[in-house]
DNA sequence: CGGCAAATTGACAGCGCTGTCACACCAAGG
DNA sequence: CCTTGGTGTGACAGCGCTGTCAATTTGCCG
C-alpha cells in the first residue's frame, strides 16, 4: 500500500503536521525535528499524494505553458528546460498549442484556468504581448512568467539581447567586405522582428553604411516567406542587389537559399546568407547556416525557475538576461570582389 | 466562490451521489433525472475539481506521452493529436522525454507512475518496444497505447501499413524508369527500418528487379547518416552506382541530396530522391522532397483515444489501421536515359 | 392486487493532506 | 518568582468528490 505522510509521522514519532511542514518547507520546525521528519522520509521513499495536496492546499502544483508557434524544434526546446525547472521542485507541467489569431483565444485560456487552476503559467512568443490575455490573467490572478516578451518591464521571465545579436551577425558580414546587406524581416507580431531589424540597422550605422530600403524585405518567419524575400531581392537590376542576405530567422534563410539556387546564384560565393535562431535546419541544409545560437532550452528553464520563485515568496523572481552566441558555418563569405 | 458538485445537486434537487453519477457517466440513472443535473449542470457553468475527483476515486485523469524521438516536428504533431483526444474527455496530459539508452530509463519512468499516477500512457516509438519498460507497466498495472509499435498482437494503438507505404513510394521510382534503387536503412531499434526495408525489397521483387547489397546502406534516421550513406553510394563506379535513393525517413533524404550537391549531381536530373514521414523538412529544402505522407496527429488522436477507451472499459480499444499517402513533388524524376 | 427482483436514489464515511487555532515551552524582563 | 511574547508542535476539521451499502421506488409477474 502506498505510503501516506500518517505513517512517515508515526516513524518519526511526530504529529502528521508537523511532516507536513517540513514537507512544505516551512519556518518553525527546530532543526533536530526536521532532520527526523527528512530521514523518516527518505527511509520510506514517501511521496506526497498529488491531489490530496492540492485539495487541502487550493494549489495545483502545475505550471502550463502557453504556445502558438509554428516551431516545434524551438518549443520541444523551451518546453524541455520548463520540465526540467518543474521536475527539481516536484511541479508537473502541463502544454497547451493555441491560436492567439482565433476570435475565442482568451476564452480558451480561461477555459484552462478554471479546468485546470495552474499555479502559473510560462508564455512564449508570440502569446507574451496580447494585451487581452494578460489582462485576464491579472484577474484571475494567474502569475505567469515570459519568454522574449515585447515589453519586459514589471514582468519576470527571460530574454536575450537580440539587436545586439543582430548586430553582432551584421557585423559579421560587413567584415567579410559585404556593402550591400539585405535584411528579411520577421512577422509583425514578434517583438523578435522588430529588434532583429534595428540590430542590423545599427550594424550599418556603426560600419557607415547607408540604410537602403529596397534592402529591408517584409517576411513572417516561414520558410515561404524567406523564398519570396529573396525572389525580389534577387530580381533588383545589378548593382543594387545585396551580396548577403541576414534573414530573421533560419527558415526564412533556408528559403533565401533556395531562391538563391533558383536564381543560379551559389551560396556563399555570389551571396551569403545568415540566419537567426540556430534551428536544426541550419545544420541540415546545404550550406549549413551561419546563425545566432540561441539557448532556448536553458531560457525556458530560466523562466520557469522564475516563476516558481515568485509562486514561492509573492514579488519574486526577474527578468533574466541569457547569453547568446555566433555561430559561424559555411553559408557566409567574402564579398566578391 | 466556487460552484461545487453539492450545489449543482442542490439546484436540481437531487443528492450530490447523483450528480456525481450524472458526471461520470455511470449507468442507473434514470432520463428524465439525467436530464435535470445536466440542464443545471450547464445552467451553473459546473466545473468538476480536478484534485477532488482525483483524491476520492484514486484516479489522475491524466495521460502521460513518453518519447525519445530527435524529430521535434513528428513529436509536436502526435502529441498535438493525444491532446485533442484528451480534452474530448475531460483528460489532461503531460509530456516526458527520455533517454532509452540510459541505465535508469525504466526507473525513471518508475518514479513518473509514483509521482503521477498517471491513468495511462501513450507511447511512441522507439518505447514502444522496450521489453523492460512494456513488463514494469504490466508489474504497474499502467494500460498503454502504442504508435506504430514492432509488435502489433495485443496491443492497443495506431499503426500505418508501413511496408505497403514503401513499396508504393519504390514502385513509384520503378514506374519512373529507374533499375539501379538504392535504400538508405533507418535506425536499428526502429520497427520502421525493417518494415521499410521489406517494402523496398518487395517493390524490387515485384518489379523483377535483382537486389543488390551493396545498395542498402546502414542508417540512422539522422541527417548525418543520410550524408555519410550517399557518399558510399555515389562513389561506387560508374554504372554500379544508383540512379534513385529511397531514404527510411526525411531528415536522411535531405542529406542524400546535400551529397548530392557535393557530388556534382543534380537531382532529379542525375539522382531522384525520396524520403518517408512527410516532415517539414520536405517542403524546406530544394528541391522538394517526394515523400510519404503519415498523418501523425491524426495517429496521436487515434492512440490516444484507444486507451481512453480501454480506461473507460476494461477490455476495450484496439490496434487501429491509419491511411498514409503519396507525396509527389520535385526530388523524384525520370531516369537518366 | 400482493409480492418479488431490479432499478434508482440517497446517507455517510473517508480519500491524504493542510489551514486554523490552541497549547506547550522557552528566554528575557520586571 | 511570575509575567510576557515569541517559537515549536499538535488536535481537529474539512477541502470536493466518490465508494459502499442501505433505502426507496419501479416494473413485472402470477
Chains 1, 2 share one sequence.
Not at 500500500?1 to 511532516?19: F, I, Y
Not at 532532520?35 to 521513499?45: F, G, I, N, P, S
Not at 530580381?235 to 531562391?259: E, K, Y
Amino acid at each position: 500500500m502506498r505510503v501516506r505522510l500518517e505513517d512517515v509521522a508515526r516513524a518519526a514519532g511526530v504529529s502528521p503536521k508537523t511532516v507536513s511542514r517540513v514537507l512544505n518547507d516551512e519556518a518553525n520546525v527546530r532543526g533536530p525535528t526536521r532532520e527526523k521528519v527528512l530521514a523518516a522520509m527518505a527511509a520510506m521513499d514517501y511521496r506526497p499524494h498529488l491531489p490530496a495536496r492540492s485539495l487541502a492546499s487550493n494549489r495545483s502544483f502545475l505550471i502550463a505553458t502557453l504556445y502558438d508557434n509554428p516551431s516545434s524544434n524551438y518549443l520541444a526546446e523551451i518546453q524541455a528546460g520548463v520540465l526540467e525547472a518543474c521536475d527539481l521542485h516536484h511541479y508537473s507541467m502541463m502544454v497547451r498549442p493555441l491560436q492567439v489569431q482565433s476570435d475565442d483565444f482568451v476564452e480558451r485560456v480561461d477555459r484552462l484556468i478554471l479546468h485546470h487552476h495552474p499555479d502559473g503559467m510560462v508564455l512564449t512568443p508570440p502569446i507574451t504581448d496580447h494585451a487581452g490575455l494578460l489582462q485576464r490573467l491579472r484577474e484571475r490572478r494567474v502569475p505567469y512568467a515570459c519568454v522574449s516578451p515585447i515589453e519586459r518591464d514589471g514582468r519576470i521571465g527571460v530574454f536575450i539581447d537580440e539587436p545586439e545579436a543582430a548586430r553582432r551577425i551584421v557585423a559579421h558580414l560587413v567584415a567579410l567586405g559585404h556593402r550591400r546587406i539585405a535584411h528579411v524581416i520577421g512577422h509583425p507580431a514578434h517583438g523578435a522582428s522588430q529588434w532583429r531589424l534595428s540590430g542590423y540597422r545599427r550594424a550599418l550605422d556603426d560600419a557607415g553604411l547607408p540604410r537602403d530600403p529596397g534592402l529591408e524585405v517584409e517576411g513572417d518567419f516561414s520558410f515561404g516567406a524567406g523564398v519570396a524575400a529573396a525572389r525580389r531581392l534577387f530580381s533588383l537590376p545589378r548593382g543594387q542587389g545585396p551580396t548577403a542576405v541576414f534573414a530573421a530567422n533560419d527558415d526564412m534563410a533556408a528559403g533565401v537559399i533556395w531562391a538563391a539556387g533558383e536564381h543560379g546564384l551559389a551560396v556563399p560565393r555570389d551571396v551569403s546568407v545568415c540566419g537567426f535562431d540556430d534551428t536544426p535546419i541550419a545544420r541540415q541544409i546545404w550550406p549549413t547556416l551561419t546563425t545566432i545560437h540561441q539557448p532556448s532550452r536553458e531560457m525556458g528553464r530560466i523562466a520557469a525557475l522564475q516563476l516558481l520563485d515568485s509562486l514561492r515568496r509573492r514579488g519574486a523572481g526577474a527578468m533574466v538576461q541569457a547569453p547568446f552566441s555566433l555561430q559561424l558555418r559555411e553559408s557566409t563569405g567574402p564579398a566578391a570582389a
